[in-house]
């Protein structure tokens, strides 16, 4: 078995599916709060969920005892 092939598992995956569901509600719950206008909600929403993402960056999480934001971590 390859080890892309272990990737692709449902197990290895369950994080990652986990993550867009919750920006992506992240960027849908600041629309909401925005009182976007129905006519513009489609053009915006792509900067919405870039903003959820860039946001979600900024989270502070501990690793091996050292806290920092996960940009930081990813570095």
């Not at 986990?18 to 920006?23: F, N, P, Q, S």
């Not at 992240?26 to 959820?52: C, D, H, Q, S, T």
Request: glycine share 6%; proline share 3%; hydrophobic share 45%.
């Amino acid at each position: 078995m390859s080890i892309l092939h272990e990737r692709a598992t449902p197990q290895q995956n369950y994080l990652a599916e986990l993550k867009i569901h919750l920006v992506r509600n992240k960027g849908r719950a600041a629309m909401g709060r925005a009182n976007v206008p129905m006519k513009y909600i489609y053009r915006i929403f792509v900067l919405f969920m870039e903003a959820a993402m860039l946001l979600d960056g900024l989270v502070v999480v501990e690793v091996d005892g050292e806290k920092k934001t996960r940009i930081e971590h990813f570095r």
